[in-house]
């Protein structure tokens, strides 16, 4: 069910209604009154039978009405079968404010699910717990208790109330901004991130969504949540617990390297929401996405009075990567018009004075710069709005006039001006009309920065190319049946790995180009088979019970000649009854020594908020010591496994350095599209380790690859978990 | 002659006196009255009797008494001239407004060349010309204009006008703090930033100073001065400018690769310097350190009354590598003794609700940690502040008290607290008096963070070693004489390089251990030479017209046996012959091959603003491709060579990967040592590029050195610069 009824409800139950001015029971009573709520209140508690002038019910079954949401502020321990009740009743939808669940511990997991069950069982979705509330601004359904939060087009959605109650705050001083709803997530017991997005994804009136989050429990979902609704309104999203992450057992080379947070904000990014790291900018950035138009082509001007802003400013963009082109001729010769001898009219432009006497100039400039049809956005930093406040009263008025200019013309081109003022705390009327046209003022340099660089990320994102990485994962769809015959094979043998020959088979099976192993029982079997290959070989130990096969001694590369390979052999198997005198040693695999090359790795695993991920790097010390990788979450399309290649440090490397020739890129896009694909098609699939994989000016090749599986009755999918 | 009586002037010539509101000439008059400045006013003005009630005179020869500075208000034309007569009256310093000279191109380089003659010639020191002024709020000597500074403990220093003024509107409108001087540079035509900083040194009333840069022009000397200055105060400084450097034309890899930035961060850093890279943080880092003791042991604990906050603020001093470290066992039992059960003792402490009904417990809470003697500082984070807003009127009390508790407690310990408050804009009481105790309050979570964190960076300097790196350099110290031969002997040859056995000479003279080469001039000498050497060898063009030996098909490596060594001969020379038909080919370079191990390269250059500078870094791709290299100033010593060796990303490969020994890292210490000998011993020398050199598991190999010369009659001795 869809949560319109309870997050748009037209009567609540505050289960736990107080008269104690303290308790939750209480505020959220008097809040509703306060704010002018006007559906129906029903305060519930057997213990009470008035309560602010509210006839209080023994429990909910005796409402008379329906009843939407339910407020439920009594301790943890009774929520199970107040749920019950309310199931009963058929109410929809509960927030569930106690702490004192998962977030607690064993005990308190065990209390979360049993509520869980509950809800499921009598129908009810839950907030919650653990949760500071839920707000409804449009119809003043405030189940926070906090008081006269700003109405307005941003819907909000974080993991915590205090970090609710500073956007809040933020945008009552600071801002003309404000909220359709807030929702605190709590334990996302029930609701999930994915769904409160779908259903601000569908709302009318929200405009932006802002969201605060720590960790999330289907990740995957959100991502393909999140794809849908970028494209139609944006997000933007700071996720916290950084430092705490990255801190993994090593496994694979895959396993040791992924940092979650890495790997959040890489998919978030490709889902089109805009990733902010400092919490100054989280809300500015909202309002600035919220009410200006996105850029199209990643190009802005800056109008400065005076050197040092626009030097900062310059850096900060070209820090984010924002082009600050030259200006066409024409603009140029417009702007020398109408300014001093002295002024700049390159990009960033400076007025050097032009503005002193008259600061409705800067509307003029930025009207001539809007024009350019190559600058698609105005920042303008310094000293507008103060004016009138530091040279003369009369200038306040030129000022004002600039503003209602500069609001028209933003509407007029649909291109955004943001404007930075020192003054902006001073409160001009200039700066407060230019937020009411919809142009975000800021006092800090660095946040205008961020602010019109988020509205070109944006609008880059909307005009580029981005369809296929819906995030959505095809299982099995493009399994082979000899593929499904290895894997289950070895799943009847009691294995949770490949061997290395049936690793490479499968990739072969699916195109990808690897050595040809061989395997022999015997040493004179070895000989005829590097005969046959005809120059030198590798030779490795083949034993399920032996995975890390150098460790064990069981690698050999380039050995020539009959008797090297018979002694070979020999000294392999010797060595691994010697490492591990149980293990199961099949014999010695028998493979031509690749031609050199540049070596890279690729490997996938299954991460535990986003599901299958791949990673790629440079082999060798590349990975080891610089991990310079990437990550992506899969599936990946050509485009994207093309930039997982090129977003290394590393990269230039495969264009050939020092007269090598240079890779062969596209055979090493296609093997990453074929791991990509095996994931998928084999849901039994845990890690996959290619390392190394061999590249060639023609060709590369897998030298050795390791495929882990699941347990038994464990896969990849995570919304079935089992086959 | 020193900058004090001139910043400190009891009398003051407006010269360019003006009657016209809109002028600087009447401005400056103005401000003066308005700001009430004690000392004697002459305005100058041939045209005019009076202005604004004072005298005028025709010229400062008119004036009666002494004038300790001259503000020149005048066009740049007319400045020299002007000075002149300064000088015959005797003024020892004249601040020059106008622009128009070196900003503008060769014509005002050429004026301003002629204004510095002048004031030389006349005794007088300049500030600017292209300033916005000066001003000195102790004895309200207001040069800029700019009414209503607030007066404190900071000096400011700073090379855009704008950025003076948004940093004082910032301290006016923001905090408690103000300043004792403003100077804006200017063109820094005659006075430089280490002139203006030993000043502030010597000031005791300047707790901090506080500089915006662009560019400077004598950076060594600025270093010199910023590391006696930060023992006694800290410096804080922002400089721009980073997207336009970093783009110089290839000369070695040294010269490929300095960027001005990088360079100059890591020098400021370490003469004590606090960089800052967002504006946001400029005031705030000063108003901080200007009034907070600084952190010893670089430990903090965070205390919040929420889980947003918290889990941000351990993300953001995490990356500035603030440790954040356990509780002691006494001070978790006592917070638990006054929080509530759900409360968090460990770092971050959570009050979880604990302050709800008396945040005055904050205090205690301050009180227990600051105790904690592992702990260097609290940074408290959340709502204080707005307890009394949010909640109850009466709360604002208990906050209040807490205020006062905290200011003392500060004094106590001599441990800083720093406060992040949501409710800072509305200005509660409570964080007035928090600011009155010197106690920093941040709306923004980062900048709070951000201040923590640099008590803890200046703290570390402050009782960190430093002994030694004082960037003063001692020419010809340590010369040798054969080492003059070697490079005075080339220069008479009239070359501005040396052949590569000159090079490793010098290198070797000076302990360095270099691969022996002898000149082969026939073919039959570099037979003799090869067996002498007795295992394989490398052979290399000598020629002082081929710098580039690899280009011109001049090396040849590991060749061996008579045949080989003599073919090899002819080939290279035949090869160098074709490459440059006029080369001097003086033979060819015998030399054994070095053994195989890690290769690394070490280069020096002159950088225009620091002088010599020496970069270190991985060989083969790691310098091309990933540019891991570091960068120091010269000269170094034991410790700053290791810590250029540990801050490149790769330094794990020289402890040895994959089973390989760790490399002789004393071995590179001293070779970087040697390096820093040489680049002082021979300030001939212009550009040293030692490519590669060979680390071993027992000591290294310098395979490869190329040293080049200045043109004749130039050196690296930026004070004299001719040798």
């Excluded at 109008?303 to 030259?326: F, M, Q, R, W």
């Excluded at 050097?352 to 105005?378: E, H, Q, W, Y």
């Excluded at 001073?426 to 961020?450: G, Q």
Aim: aromatic share 6%; hydrophobic share 40%.
């Amino acid at each position: 069910m869809g949560l319109e009824t309870f997050m748009n409800a037209r009567s609540v139950a505050i289960i736990g209604a107080s008269k104690s001015e303290t308790k939750r029971g209480y505020q959220a009573i008097r809040t509703l009154l306060d704010e002018r709520y006007e559906g129906e209140i029903y305060p519930v508690n057997p213990k009470l039978d008035r309560v602010l002038g509210f006839k209080c019910y023994k429990s909910v079954l005796d409402i008379d009405g329906p009843v939407d949401i339910a407020l439920i502020a009594t301790p943890a321990a009774t929520v199970p079968a107040i749920l019950k009740e309310c199931g009963q009743k058929g109410i929809p939808g509960a927030v569930i404010l106690a702490g004192g669940f998962g977030e607690t511990g064993t005990n308190g997991r065990r209390l979360e699910d049993e509520v869980v069950r509950a809800a499921r069982t009598n129908h009810i979705r839950l907030i919650g717990p653990n949760t500071s509330g839920m707000l409804n601004l449009k119809s003043n359904l405030n189940l926070v208790g906090l008081k006269e939060a700003p109405k307005g087009e941003i819907a909000l959605l974080t993991q915590s109330g205090n970090m609710a109650l500073s956007l809040i705050t933020e945008a009552k001083i600071k801002s003309h901004k404000g909220f359709t709803y807030y929702v605190g997530v709590g334990n996302e017991a029930d609701i999930r991130f994915h769904e409160y997005l779908e259903f601000f994804r569908n709302d009318p009136d929200t405009k932006a969504i802002l969201m605060y989050v720590e960790g999330m429990r289907e990740g995957r979902k959100f991502l393909q949540q999140a794809y849908k609704t970028t494209k139609e309104k944006p997000i933007i999203l700071l996720k916290s617990g950084r430092s705490s992450t990255g801190k993994r057992s090593a496994g694979s080379h895959t396993g040791a390297l992924a940092g979650m947070s890495e790997v959040a904000k890489g998919a978030f990014e490709r889902a089109g929401i805009v990733v902010i790291e400092n919490s100054d900018e989280l809300f500015p950035a909202a309002e600035t996405l919220s009410s200006c138009p996105p850029i199209r082509n990643n190009k802005i001007a800056i109008l400065a009075d005076g050197g040092g802003h626009a030097t900062i400013a310059s850096d900060i963009l070209t820090d984010y990567k924002v082009e600050i082109p030259e200006l066409g001729e024409k603009t140029k010769a417009r702007l020398r018009e109408i300014l001093p001898a002295a002024a700049s009219v390159t990009n960033p432009v400076d007025v050097a004075g032009g503005t002193d006497d008259d600061p409705s100039l800067f509307a003029d400039c930025a009207r001539i710069i809007l024009k350019d049809p190559n600058i698609g956005g105005v920042l303008i930093v310094g000293l507008f709005g103060g004016y009138g406040i530091r040279f003369a009263k009369t200038l306040s008025l030129k000022e004002e006039d600039a503003a209602h200019q500069m609001g028209k013309l933003v509407a007029k081109r649909n291109k955004p001006i943001i404007l930075h003022s020192l003054y902006n705390f001073e409160r001009p009327h200039a700066l407060e009309l230019l937020r009411y046209y919809n142009i975000p003022v800021y006092d800090s340099l660095d946040v205008a920065c961020k602010c019109i660089s988020v509205l070109a990320q944006y609008g880059s994102y909307l005009h580029g190319y981005h369809a296929k990485t819906n995030f959505v994962l095809n299982w099995r769809n493009k399994a082979k049946p000899e593929g499904n015959e290895i894997i289950s094979t070895a799943r009847k043998q009691g294995r949770t790995s490949l061997l290395e020959h049936e690793a490479k088979n499968l990739l072969r099976l699916h195109g990808a180009s690897v050595t040809m192993d061989k395997l022999a029982s015997t040493a004179d079997e070895a000989v005829t088979l590097a005969k046959d290959i005809g120059r030198p070989v590798a030779l490795k130990i083949a034993s399920p019970d032996i995975l890390h096969k150098s460790d064990a001694g069981g690698v050999l590369l380039n050995v020539k000649g009959e008797k090297a390979v018979r002694k070979g052999f020999e000294t392999i198997v010797s060595r691994g009854r010697k490492y591990r005198p149980d293990a199961d040693i099949r014999g010695v695999v028998v493979s031509p020594m690749a031609a050199e090359g540049v070596e890279v790795i690729i490997g996938t695993k299954i991460d535990d908020q986003f599901g299958p991920i791949i990673m790629y790097g440079l082999g060798g010390i590349m990975v080891e010591i610089i991990k310079d990788v990437s990550f992506r979450v899969l599936p990946i399309s050509r485009l994207s496994a093309r930039k997982m290649i090129e977003t290394t440090r590393s990269a230039p490397i495969l264009d050939g350095v020092r007269g090598t020739p240079p890779c062969d890129k596209k055979a090493l896009i296609s093997l990453l599209l074929i791991c990509s694909e095996l994931v998928e098609a084999y849901p039994e699939i845990k890690e996959m380790d290619l390392n190394p994989v061999i590249l060639h000016p023609e060709g590369l090749d897998v030298v050795d690859a390791r495929i882990i599986l699941h347990e038994k009755g464990n896969c990849s999918d995570l919304t079935n978990g089992k086959c």
